[in-house]
């Protein structure tokens, strides 16, 4: 099998088999979280609930790309409304991990202070605010994207955008930011809640029932937040390596973009 053939392949096949997958992941999650009493009072809880939903969002855009009359060169608007839906869903959905990765540090954290910043209020204001920062800065993409003549294929038709969009947009601000993000809150709520079994231990308290759960979640957030850690690293090497290598894309084979566009 050829390059080309592995992406024309990978095009039609990989959105079906990544809504095959994602699809159940969501409806799990928000089962789990919405159904358990006690999962359902943790702020962490609605920040993963909301995540779902905007995981949700991003695939199904991924999958209506098989069909011809949902894709995004079909016409000028429907290139407008995927990219800017798509960069409001993608970020935000991102964005409520490291969230939810907060939350976990504040809430097992010792000091009564920090552990004031996990509450429900907070957490509906702060999604609030995200939601409205991702779709301002989307607003953009609604300008700038369009169909490029002569193949008419959806891309950026600003050149100042275009650099801002490769140089900080996308490698900044979408990838490296949020994996410093889980990154950092991970290591530091591993840190609290090892130090919080240690102190348990010494002092031989028996936890409570909502002691347990709290910790249940906060084992799964690391957990979650390892998983994509391993999967968003891949992708901020790959997005410095494109960065990198921007001058010499006119002089790139076609099979090595294919090959790229694979590992993409």
Same mark, same amino acid.
């Given at each position: 099998m050829s390059v080309l053939q592995a992406v024309i392949q990978l095009s039609f096949w990989g959105p079906i088999i990544l809504f095959t997958i994602g699809v159940p992941s969501v409806i799990l999650n928000v089962i789990i979280f919405i159904g358990v009493k006690t999962f359902r009072q943790s702020p962490s809880?609605?920040?993963? !609930? =909301?995540?779902s939903l905007f995981d *949700?969002?991003?695939l199904l855009l991924v999958f209506l790309q098989? *069909?011809? &009359? =949902?894709?995004? @060169?079909?016409?000028? #608007?429907s290139c407008k409304l995927i990219i800017f839906f798509s960069r409001i869903v993608a970020p935000c959905a991102l964005? *409520? %991990?490291? %969230?939810a990765a907060f939350d976990r540090w504040a809430c097992t954290s010792?000091?009564?202070? #920090?552990?004031k910043l996990s509450s429900i209020r907070i957490a509906h204001c702060i999604v609030s605010i995200t939601v409205i920062f991702w779709s301002l800065v989307s607003i953009l993409y609604l300008i700038f994207y369009d169909l490029i003549p002569p193949t008419y294929t959806c891309g950026l038709t600003n050149d100042l955008f275009q650099k801002i969009t490769n140089f900080f947009l996308a490698p900044i601000l979408g990838a490296i930011f949020p994996l410093i993000i889980l990154i950092v809150f991970g290591i530091l709520?591993?840190? @609290?809640?090892h130090l919080m079994t240690t102190? @348990?231990?010494?002092?031989? &308290? !028996?936890?409570t029932r909502l002691s347990i759960w709290e910790r249940q979640i906060t084992r799964m957030m690391i957990i979650q937040t390892l998983l994509n850690v391993s999967c968003? %690293?891949?992708q901020c090497i790959f997005l410095i390596y494109t960065i990198a290598t921007v001058q010499q894309r006119a002089m790139k084979s076609l099979n090595q973009i294919y090959i790229e566009y694979l590992l993409a």
């Open positions: 809880s609605y920040y993963i !609930v =909301t995540q *949700f969002g991003s098989i *069909f011809p &009359s =949902t894709s995004i @060169n079909r016409s000028s #608007i964005s *409520f %991990l490291g %969230l010792r000091s009564a202070r #920090i552990r709520t591993y840190r @609290n809640l102190i @348990n231990g010494q002092q031989q &308290s !028996v936890p968003t %690293l891949p």
